[in-house]
């Protein structure tokens, strides 16, 4: 149930990320341009300073629920699946059917 939740929070972390890289001016435009011209809204310097700490956040919180779902996995599987495994010293094999040779000189 927990990790059901920390995967969703982790698809929403990503996403919402992702638009707030894009979101940012960078020497090309990018998708900035449509962020509009409320600039007054995020103060003087504009949503820059806003824009670069949300990111920032994001990608702090993305990596604590990495590191949190990658525990929580490892944690849950007590056992390896080379656990799991016959031992080969138990294996037989089974043993090959000699096929009659056939004898090519007789003639009939």
């Known amino acids: 149930m927990t990790t059901s939740f920390l995967l969703i929070v982790q698809i929403v972390l990503v996403v919402v990320l992702t638009i707030a890289v894009l979101l940012q001016k960078s020497s090309s435009i990018g998708l900035g341009a449509y962020s509009g011209s409320n600039e007054s809204v995020f103060g003087?310097?504009?949503?820059?300073?806003?824009?670069?700490?949300?990111t920032f956040i994001l990608g702090f919180l993305f990596v604590v629920n990495t590191i949190t779902l990658g525990y929580m996995y490892s944690s849950e599987k007590s056992t390896s699946v080379v656990d799991n495994m016959v031992e080969s010293t138990n294996?037989?094999?089974?043993s090959a059917i000699a096929a009659p040779l056939m004898d090519t000189n007789s003639t009939k």
Request: glycine share 6%; net charge positive; charged share 15%.
């Open 44 to 54: 003087a310097k504009g949503p820059a300073s806003f824009l670069a700490k949300t």
């Open 91 to 94: 294996i037989v094999a089974p």
